[in-house]
């Protein structure tokens, strides 16, 4: 915990950069915190106040610009959870929310106002959660999000994976997860061996906006889940002064396949108060999206996607 950077002007201090260059708010820190490992961090270049890294987690003023279709939970999710912790949408998936902690707090995100201290979105609830998935057999997938799922110490995601294992109509775990990419360290010999040591298929899908994320540093952390036969997807998305424009979006495909990652999805923004500054509208995606399908092979390319409340899957932009 020690090699987090939890305030802002300490970062910008490391940076050579002034609160005023980076239109650094108080109030938006206020709101969302700060918090961002250093390995993360390492990957910031100094002094550069448009570094796609550093726009994504550092609280700005912009934050404050409210605008009336931007709302503190575009996806509804607080109202649809007769059961909290428990999503359930899609077919033959759960999404099981196991912590409200993550790696890394990224200013977008669609969960920043999520009430998950009053709707206990905690570990007591999991167990009951866990009773109301064996009573459901259309389930195959369990997906651990949160928060991200390897923010639980090993001792306790042994326990969930074993809970899960025991239910005869559960084939597959899914982990959303960032630790591997901004916290590498976190992909310990012992987690490697929690994981493995399941009895279930594992797939993990992880969170990469830019291919300046992924770095030396990150390479074993990859490697070891990768060869021990769990399934690596990526899902990104797609952000204003980060990830929109098309030399970004091929070099993190390209940097995805040499790590043998597969672009998954790419996500157009949720709408969540405080996240209207990197909105790229639907035009400018698709325009971006159809030079990208001209570029890439098909196996690079990234499904671009939006999350509507209400729908069976996630409704295709393109
Ligand atoms: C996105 C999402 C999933 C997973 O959808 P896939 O298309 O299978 O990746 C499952 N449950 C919820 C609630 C989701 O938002
Ligand atoms: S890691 Fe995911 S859940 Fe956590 S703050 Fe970032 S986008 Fe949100």
Not at 263 to 272: A, F, R
């Amino acid at each position: 915990m020690r090699a987090y950077f939890t305030d802002p002007l300490k970062l910008l201090k490391k940076l050579d950069l002034t609160a005023q260059q980076m239109n650094f708010s108080p109030t938006a820190e206020s709101q969302f915190s700060f918090k961002v490992p250093a390995a993360f961090v390492n990957k910031i270049q100094r002094g550069k106040i448009d570094d796609p890294l550093l726009q994504q987690i550092f609280p700005v003023q912009q934050e404050l610009n409210h605008q009336t279709d931007y709302q503190k939970d575009p996806l509804d999710e607080v109202n649809s959870l007769s059961r909290p912790g428990l999503l359930q949408k899609y077919h033959g998936r759960a999404l099981l929310l196991v912590t409200p902690n993550c790696a890394v707090n990224c200013r977008y995100c669609f969960r920043r106002h999520y009430p998950y201290a009053d709707k206990g979105h905690l570990w007591k609830q999991i167990k009951h959660n866990i009773q109301l998935i064996k009573q459901d057999s259309s389930i195959s997938e369990v997906i651990l999000s949160g928060g991200d799922p390897l923010s639980l110490a090993d001792d306790k995601l042994a326990d969930l994976l074993k809970s899960l294992e025991s239910i005869k109509h559960i084939k597959r775990i899914r982990i959303h997860t960032r630790f591997p990419v901004v916290e590498p360290e976190r992909v310990t010999r012992q987690l490697i061996e929690t994981l493995t040591h399941s009895k279930l298929q594992i797939i993990m899908v992880l969170h990469i906006n830019h291919a300046q994320e992924l770095g030396r540093d990150n390479q074993n952390a990859i490697a070891g889940l990768r060869v021990r036969n769990i399934t690596l997807f990526n899902q990104s998305v797609l952000l204003k002064g980060v990830n929109d424009t098309l030399e970004d979006l091929i070099q993190l495909s390209e940097a995805l396949i040499k790590h043998q990652i597969i672009p998954y999805y790419l996500h157009m923004l949720d709408k969540v108060q405080g996240s209207a500054h990197f909105e790229v509208n639907e035009q400018e995606a698709m325009m971006l999206y159809q030079q990208l399908r001209a570029q890439l092979p098909g196996y690079m390319l990234p499904r671009l996607v939006r999350e509507i409340p209400g729908e069976k899957s996630k409704r295709p932009i393109y």
